[in-house]
């Protein structure tokens, strides 16, 4: 089965960092970009870059260049969403997703992780 | 890019048909072919129902199709049912970039 495993929910302070992950299993995770979207509570989809596994090549939304930082490590078919200083506006849901065969959609998503930033 | 714009809500009731749109401009959705759906429930990941404009994943009812016209892309649920009542989200992927619609919540009467 594809699917795509994140890392468990966060409760975190205004001004600490924090690293979520994204692990890939039931296809070859170097051949699909793998994307992270945003979602606030009770709010829309918000896309916020994506990542080449095979090459680690990234590419951010304006609204998100700076404030964090897509990485991965093909080795273990896992992507990584990190922040260096957290706001309480980063409170949301996190989800990482995969490209499908031939298409930029993404067709397979995760679960989810829920990042809850205290100020 | 800013955002594609959706209809916040959408009705209708078991049985029929309904139409979401999602509006952008020519130098996106009028150019390119690239425009993806998402069906979401309450408290769960969304999905990909509709991708490329019109080709639905395998395993995807075929009550879900996709179109296109100018600036403008479409999502029509054939034969509404209970289940269908979710948040739906359009999509164009553009290079290396991908936005998102504003997303349309649609009411099953």
């Known amino acids: 089965e594809v699917q795509l495993l994140q890392s468990g929910a966060e409760v975190k302070k205004a001004g600490e960092s924090l690293r979520i992950s994204c692990t890939g299993s039931g296809f070859t995770f170097g051949s699909h970009y793998i994307g992270w979207v945003r979602q606030k509570p009770g709010k829309g989809l918000e896309w916020m870059g994506r990542?080449?596994?095979?090459?680690?090549?990234?590419s951010y939304s304006p609204s998100f260049q700076g404030h964090v930082t897509i990485s991965a490590d093909r080795s273990i078919s896992t992507a990584y969403l990190q922040w260096s200083t957290l706001k309480a506006s980063d409170t949301a849901i996190y989800y990482c997703?995969?490209?499908?065969?031939?298409?930029?959609?993404?067709?397979?998503w995760g679960q989810g992780t829920m990042v809850t930033v205290s100020s | 890019q800013s955002a594609l714009t959706q209809p916040p809500s959408v009705s209708g009731s078991p049985g029929q048909s309904i139409t979401i749109s999602c509006t952008g401009t020519?130098?996106?959705?009028?150019?390119?072919?690239?425009v993806s759906w998402y069906q979401q429930h309450p408290d769960k990941a969304p999905k990909l129902i509709v991708f490329?404009?019109?080709y639905r994943p395998s395993g995807v009812s075929n009550r879900f199709s996709g179109s296109k016209s100018g600036n403008t892309a479409s999502l029509t649920i054939s034969g509404l049912q209970p289940e269908d009542e979710a948040d739906y989200f359009c999509a164009i992927h553009i290079i290396d970039n991908t936005v998102f619609g504003g997303g349309t919540k649609v009411t099953v009467l």
């Open positions: 490329d404009v019109t």
């Open positions: 997703a995969k490209t499908g065969e031939g298409t930029d959609a993404f067709d397979i």
């Open positions: 990542i080449d596994p095979t090459d680690s090549y990234t």
């Open positions: 020519s130098a996106d959705v009028g150019s390119y072919t690239s």
